[in-house]
C-alpha cells in the first residue's frame, strides 16, 4: 500500500468507539468521515463504569480532564447477596488504588463521556459528520473502499473503520458470523436521587446479585441521579433488541430477592429493555483495507463493565498501530488486531463467566460468598492488574513495537 500520502479513512458508527477512533486518527494528521445512522450526533442508554484503563486511554486521546469534569468518583466497589442482604465483598478504590493503577475508577452517564469526545473531535478541521447515513453494502478493491448507505449515498476512502456495534454490517462482510443471545435480559433507567431510597444512597456501583438475576446501582451527574440495571435470565426465546420494558416484567423475576434491593424496583417511571448478546472471539477482524473496532470488534456482557473501556484502548491501539507502521494501513491493522484479539477475547469471556458468578444459586452462590469475602485490597489489585493496567505506552508490546 502507499505510504507516501497519509491516507482517508471511513469510519462507521459515530459512538463512543467511533468518536475515539476519529479523534485517534485526526491527531495523527488522518482525514476521517464518520457516518452515522442517527439523524443528531448523541448516545443513547444511561450510566457506564470507567476504570482506570479507559482512563488511560482518555488521557492518551488528549481528553481525560474532560472526561474527569463529568465523571463521579467512587469510593468502593460492593457486592451484597441479594437473598439475604449481606455483604459478600468490597473492593476499595481510593488513594491506594489510585496509586497502583494510576488513574481512579468513577461512573459517568453515557451522553456525558460521548459529549467529552465529541466535543474534542468538533474542533478538528480534519474529521467530517454525516448523519443519518445507515450502510447497507460495503466494497472493498484494490484502491479504497466504498460504502452505500439507505439514501443511495456513496462514499470512499483508503480504508475503513467498522465500530456500527453489535450489529455491524462491516463485521458481516468481514467475518460473516452469528450474533450468540445470551438469554440475559437487562433494564436500565436513570432515577432522581431524591426518589432513591435512603439506605442505598451509596457513593459506590453496588451488585446485588441473585439467583439468575442482579440489580446495579450507582450514582451520576454529581449525585443528582442514578443509574438502576437490573439483570435476569428471561423464560423466553429472546433476540437481540431493545425495546420499552415493563416493571409488571421485572417484578415477575424477582420474587426470591430481600425487600431492601426490591425496593428499588418500584423507582423507575421508565425503562428501557436490551436483550443482550455478544460474539465468540474470532483470529481475524481485518481485511487489506477494513478492520473493526469496539462492539462490531468483540462485542461483550456487561457483567465486567468493560465494553466502552476497551472499545477506548482500541483506538488508541489503533492510533499507535498507524503510527508505527509509518502510515501502512494493511501492516497497521494486522499490528493493531494483533495487539487486541487476545486481550478482548479474555474480557468476553471473562464477562461471561462472572455473568455466572453474578447469578450464581443454590450451593455455588454460597460457593461465591466464601471465595470473595475477606479478600485484602492487595489480592483484589492482583488479580485485577491484567485488566486495569494497561497503558497507551506499552499497548504494541506483545508485537515487539512500542507506542510514541
Known amino acids: 500500500m502507499e505510504t507516501t500520502q497519509k491516507p482517508s479513512v471511513l469510519i462507521v458508527g459515530g459512538g463512543i468507539g467511533g468518536m475515539a477512533a476519529a479523534l485517534s486518527l485526526s491527531r495523527l494528521g488522518l482525514a476521517v468521515t464518520v457516518l452515522e445512522q442517527a439523524s443528531t450526533l448523541g448516545e443513547i442508554g444511561a450510566g457506564i463504569q470507567l476504570a482506570p484503563n479507559a482512563f488511560a486511554a482518555l488521557d492518551a486521546l488528549g481528553v481525560g480532564e474532560r472526561t474527569r469534569a463529568k465523571a463521579v468518583f467512587t469510593e468502593r466497589l460492593v457486592m451484597m447477596d441479594a437473598v439475604d442482604a449481606t455483604e459478600v465483598g468490597t473492593f476499595v478504590v481510593d488513594a491506594a488504588f489510585r496509586a497502583r493503577f494510576s488513574n481512579p475508577y ?77 438469554g440475559h435480559v437487562v433494564y436500565r433507567a436513570v432515577v432522581p436521587a431524591a426518589d432513591m431510597p435512603a439506605d ?34 428471561s423464560r423466553e426465546q429472546e433476540a437481540w433488541s431493545v425495546t420499552d420494558g415493563s416493571k409488571e416484567e421485572v417484578l415477575s423475576y424477582f420474587d426470591g430477592i430481600d425487600a431492601q434491593p426490591r425496593q428499588l424496583l418500584h423507582k423507575p417511571t421508565t ?68 495487539s487486541r484479539i487476545a486481550r478482548t ?60
Open 271 to 338: 425503562w428501557r429493555r436490551w436483550s443482550t448478546a455478544d460474539r465468540d472471539p474470532v483470529a481475524n477482524w481485518s481485511t487489506q483495507r477494513m478492520t473493526l473496532l469496539g462492539d462490531s470488534a468483540h462485542p461483550m456482557l456487561q457483567y465486567l463493565a468493560q465494553g466502552a473501556c476497551m472499545a477506548l484502548e482500541d483506538a488508541v491501539t489503533l492510533g499507535e498501530a498507524v503510527r508505527a507502521c509509518d502510515f501502512d494501513m494493511a501492516a497497521a491493522f494486522q499490528l493493531y488486531q494483533t
Open 345 to 404: 477475547a479474555r474480557v468476553v469471556l471473562s464477562a461471561r463467566e462472572m455473568g455466572r458468578l453474578y447469578h450464581a444459586r443454590g450451593v455455588e452462590r454460597l460457593v461465591r460468598n466464601d471465595l470473595w469475602r475477606g479478600r485484602t485490597p492487595a489480592q483484589f489489585y492482583e488479580a485485577l492488574a491484567w485488566l486495569y493496567g494497561w497503558t497507551a505506552q506499552t499497548c504494541l508490546a506483545a508485537t515487539g513495537k512500542e507506542a510514541a
Open 106 to 182: 468513577a461512573v459517568i452517564h453515557r451522553a456525558d463521556i460521548h459529549g467529552a469526545i465529541l466535543d474534542a473531535v468538533r474542533t478538528s478541521p480534519l474529521i467530517t459528520f454525516v448523519t443519518s447515513s445507515q450502510v447497507t453494502d460495503v466494497m472493498e478493491d484494490a484502491d479504497g473502499v466504498t460504502v452505500v448507505d439507505a439514501a443511495g449515498r456513496s462514499f470512499r476512502a483508503d480504508v475503513l473503520i467498522g465500530c456500527d456495534g453489535v450489529k455491524s454490517v462491516i463485521r458481516e462482510r468481514i467475518v460473516g458470523d452469528a450474533v450468540r443471545v445470551s
Open 200 to 233: 442505598l444512597r451509596w457513593n459506590a456501583p453496588v451488585v446485588w446479585a441473585g439467583p439468575n438475576c442482579h440489580l446495579v446501582h450507582y450514582p451520576l451527574r454529581n449525585g443528582e441521579q442514578y443509574n438502576l440495571v437490573v439483570t435476569f435470565h
